[in-house]
């Protein structure tokens, strides 16, 4: 038996020895500390099912996913328990052999330094690196994506001077790695499609027997899973939320894939060049080496330019982390200009490079002191702190989120007494203004955990007229506390940059016929009648070249009470207009969502804004429906 000299073995290796454990640390370092995302706890939800087949019903016809993923959790969690630690634990591992598979890949189809840069890449940079623990299918469709890229090359290239029992390994390997692919993630299965159809077309058909049956076994595997394939099919895609592609959405991937630092790229594409002159040479001997180039540039755009046609033919898919399968690729051609054989002066400019991309990860981006995703453990923290202080009893609470469970994973099984849930439609909006009056509790608390709309603060705001808490998190994250008193709190109110206001008693930057009837009003001597045949109201307007010099302006609020029978189809509109009179935002909100039938009510409208020189901002009330109302108390605040 043939005894391995394992001092040889690490002294050979030592670099991608280093640099995987480098990545493991990465990797390891407090993954299960960070909240789980929306689409882990929407996984972990969907396995809350007695058995298999109910979870496959309830968990996997109905997700757009490959059943694959779905089905390791729930016999891993059945095993291990929900805890962020085990939930995330194989992921990572995942993503480690990710990092191997690559360097096997590249070494097989550029040699050593190839390998070697594509390694050191996929381990440092932040993207990779951020998609390496959580428990999706990103990490481990990396790895069987990888180890595809291997074993495809060592079978239908390399097969000479290799026995049978090799060869028939390799061949599992690709089977497996086909079949991990189909089952994890679409867009990996359709690298394994990719692969296949270029294995077919470019490479020696003289040894495509091991090749030709794994692909047959691996379709044969998934036959089981046509159904939901055919299903997801008809789900279309996830353009509910997802916004279709524009002209540059490649450049922008590829700049968030190099750490959105163009400095980065350029030198990542300058160690290229500079490998390339050394290597030169020897590289050009290589007979496969300018079609492999070929095929690494073919892996890299396709599936880019199939999800971006499906995304405008059928709908949206496209984004960022469905081209973590690809997009190393371009890495793979980058390393194609690296020699095979390292010396000093490659090893010297490898420490360099993943000293870069790593300074340019951990200090520069900061990435373990950035929140990437919705904190539902953040805000759930906060909850608790908030009724501990206040009174759980004393609390109304709303929350706008996906799913109840994602904040329950946190806080308990208790309901947590929330009225509403999911605040999305108008009617959710009408049903969220008919809670608020009749709330008779002190303290008003909304959490956001999806994007949301303004209107749903500017509801709250108009009862509860006073902040007391709030906490922002980033990525659509925040808790609020309304109060109907002053009270001192631990949140200091934002000041407002500048406030015009009018009760009518005088004109202030209003154009228009002004109707003021001195008998009903909010408070003061005078008020604004807006009559059935006034379609609109006066007109506040302001170019903001004439205002002093303010910082960024970051949204409006406008302020009003109304008294009108019925809101009918009243509106405050904010609108933004350039110097020469052209639309650039327009905005309402309807009377109806916060009016209460002939007594006075307070309207509020805040619109997010970014402005230029010589834009006008203008404020007024449309009345399309023709309503009799009485205006007063109007102010308009710039933040």
């Given at each position: 038996m043939k005894r391995i000299n394992f001092l040889y073995v690490i002294q050979n290796n030592i670099f991608i020895i280093l640099i995987i454990i480098i990545a493991s640390i990465l990797r390891f370092w407090n993954y299960d500390s960070f909240s789980l995302t929306n689409d882990e706890l929407s996984a972990l939800n969907r396995i809350r099912y007695d058995s298999v087949s109910d979870m496959l019903k309830g968990g996997v016809w109905?997700?757009?996913?490959?059943?694959?993923?779905?089905?390791?959790l729930y016999y891993w969690t059945s095993l291990f328990g929900i805890s962020e630690t085990y939930v995330r634990l194989p992921f990572v591992i995942c993503s480690i052999l990710a990092i191997y598979f690559a360097y096997k890949a590249a070494y097989s189809w550029f040699g050593r330094g190839a390998g070697l840069f594509v390694a050191i890449c996929i381990s440092f940079l932040e993207f990779p690196l951020l998609y390496s623990n959580i428990a999706r299918p990103y990490s481990v469709g990396l790895m069987f994506v990888m180890l595809l890229a291997w074993k495809w090359k060592e079978v239908l290239i390399i097969v000479n001077n290799k026995q049978f029992k090799q060869q028939f390994i390799d061949a599992i390997c690709l089977c497996l790695a086909i079949t991990g692919s189909l089952y994890t993630h679409y867009f990996a299965a359709l690298m394994a499609c990719i692969a296949g159809i270029t294995g077919l077309v470019f490479l020696n058909k003289k040894n495509y027997k091991f090749f030709i049956g794994a692909y047959l076994i691996s379709a044969l595997?998934?036959?089981?899973?046509?159904?939901?394939?055919?299903?997801?099919i008809k789900l279309g895609g996830v353009g509910q939320w997802l916004n279709l592609p524009d002209d540059y959405w490649f450049f922008n991937h590829i700049y968030t894939f190099f750490n959105e630092?163009?400095?980065?790229?350029?030198?990542?594409?300058?160690?290229?060049?500079?490998?390339?002159?050394?290597?030169?040479?020897?590289?050009?001997?290589?007979?496969?080496?300018?079609t492999l180039q070929i095929i690494s540039l073919i892996w890299t755009f396709i599936p880019f330019v199939i999800g971006y046609s499906y995304s405008y033919i059928i709908n949206p898919v496209l984004q960022n982390s469905v081209l973590l399968f690809s997009t190393p690729f371009l890495l793979f051609f980058g390393g194609s200009f690296w020699n095979n054989k390292i010396n000093l002066p490659h090893k010297l400019m490898l420490i360099i490079l993943g000293s870069v991309i790593l300074i340019s990860?951990?200090?520069?981006?900061?990435?373990?002191?950035?929140?990437?995703?919705?904190?539902?453990?953040?805000?759930?923290?906060?909850?608790?702190?908030?009724?501990?202080?206040?009174?759980?009893?004393?609390?109304?609470?709303?929350?706008?989120?996906?799913?109840?469970?994602?904040?329950?994973?946190?806080?308990g099984n208790d309901t947590l007494g929330v009225k509403k849930w999911y605040i999305q439609t108008e009617n959710d909006f009408k049903e969220l203004a008919n809670i608020v009056d009749n709330c008779n509790k002190s303290f008003f608390m909304y959490v956001r955990l999806r994007p949301s709309n303004n209107i749903i603060n500017d509801i709250i705001n108009a009862r509860y007229p006073y902040l007391i808490e709030y906490q922002k998190f980033d990525n659509y994250s925040d808790v609020y506390l309304y109060s109907k008193v002053l009270l001192k709190s631990s949140y200091n109110n934002e000041a407002p940059q500048m406030v015009f206001g009018n009760g009518f008693e005088g004109n202030n930057r209003w154009k228009g016929e002004l109707m003021f009837v001195d008998t009903i009003c909010y408070k003061g001597a005078l008020g604004l009648k807006l009559k059935p045949q006034d379609e609109y109201s006066p007109t506040w307007s302001v170019n903001i070249d004439t205002l002093p010099v303010l910082k960024k302006i970051?949204?409006?609020?406008?302020?009003?009470?109304?008294?009108?029978?019925?809101?009918?189809?009243?509106?405050?509109?904010?609108?933004?207009?350039?110097?020469?009179?052209?639309?650039?935002?327009?905005?309402?909100?309807?009377?109806?969502?916060?009016?209460?039938?002939?007594?006075?009510?307070?309207?509020?409208?805040?619109?997010?804004?970014?402005?230029?020189?010589?834009?006008?901002?203008?404020?007024y009330i449309w009345n399309p429906s023709?309503?009799?109302?009485?205006?007063?108390?109007?102010?308009?605040?710039?933040y």
């Open positions: 109905v997700d757009g996913h490959p059943a694959g993923v779905q089905v390791f595997f998934y036959l089981i899973h046509i159904n939901y394939t055919l299903n997801h630092d163009i400095i980065l790229l350029l030198f990542i594409i300058a160690t290229c060049i500079w490998a390339y002159q050394v290597s030169k040479p020897k590289l050009q001997n290589q007979s496969y080496f300018k990860t951990v200090f520069i981006n900061k990435h373990y002191k950035k929140t990437h995703f919705t904190d539902f453990k953040g805000a759930a923290f906060k909850i608790k702190h908030i009724e501990k202080i206040y009174g759980e009893n004393n609390i109304c609470k709303v929350f706008n989120i996906n799913d109840p469970y994602y904040i329950m994973y946190y806080i970051k949204y409006i609020k406008a302020e009003t009470y109304v008294l009108s029978g019925k809101a009918g189809d009243l509106q405050l509109v904010i609108s933004v207009e350039d110097n020469e009179g052209r639309l650039v935002k327009w905005s309402s909100c309807k009377f109806d969502y916060f009016v209460t039938p002939n007594k006075w009510s307070k309207i509020i409208h805040t619109v997010n804004v970014t402005l230029n020189k010589g834009e006008i901002i203008k404020v023709g309503e009799k109302a009485y205006i007063d108390d109007f102010s308009i605040s710039i």
